[in-house]
């Protein structure tokens, strides 16, 4: 069963405990879980824990927004000199303005519709660079949304979005020079 995730927020943190002392106090024996969802809804002022879910269940976000992206380079050319041959990643871009259409090519190359564990992840992050940061690679999927991930970290799941025009060719070509390696690689 998948659980939904909700954003918990109290106003006044000493009016919080006070109520959530005198609830707990009413109860005899330890609370259960039921009872603590319900008390920590009251002491928001909610009637209880579904009246809380009920409105907050369309107020949580699917996917991280999106930071606003720098504008794209006018050469392409310049890009494509951080990938290899074969749509490796060969380094880091020092200029702002180049890491986003870098790391849309690593994107382009992650399996689409597929839940992954964190090594599975990190197996075809790493496919796909020429140097050993792929933690550097995944946190920036993940922060520009093109990555989610569940709370707990163990599920990733590459976001389905369009590519933005200005990265479409430049994307389109790691890809074909990628496609030959996805077909015979297998990821451990």
Not at 12 to 29: C, K, N, P, V
Not at 52 to 68: G, I, W
Not at 106 to 113: D, G, I, S, T
Not at 141 to 152: E, F, I, K, S
Request: glycine share 6%; charged share 20%; hydrophobic share 40%.
């Amino acid at each position: 069963m998948s659980r939904t995730t909700l954003p918990y927020y109290a106003d006044d943190i000493s009016a919080l405990a006070r109520s959530l002392a005198r609830q707990l106090a009413e109860i005899d024996g330890p609370p259960g879980h039921l009872q603590l969802l319900n008390a920590l809804s009251r002491a928001t002022g909610y009637r209880n824990y579904q009246s809380y879910r009920a409105e907050h269940r369309h107020t949580v976000p699917t996917a991280r927004p999106q930071p606003e992206a720098p504008p794209p380079p006018k050469d392409q050319t310049v890009l494509l000199r951080y990938f290899d041959a074969s749509g490796r990643l060969l380094r880091w871009p020092t200029k702002a303005g180049h890491r986003l259409p870098c790391v849309l090519g690593v994107w382009a190359q992650l399996p689409a519709r597929i839940a992954m564990n964190e090594r599975e992840v990190n197996g075809w992050i790493q496919a796909a660079l020429g140097f050993e940061d792929y933690v550097l690679i995944r946190r920036e999927l993940v922060n520009h949304g093109l990555l989610a991930r569940t709370p707990d970290g163990r599920v990733y799941r590459r976001v389905e979005q369009p590519v933005p025009d200005a990265h479409a060719a430049l994307v389109s070509d790691i890809c074909r020079r990628a496609r030959p390696l996805a077909q015979g690689a297998s990821v451990s």
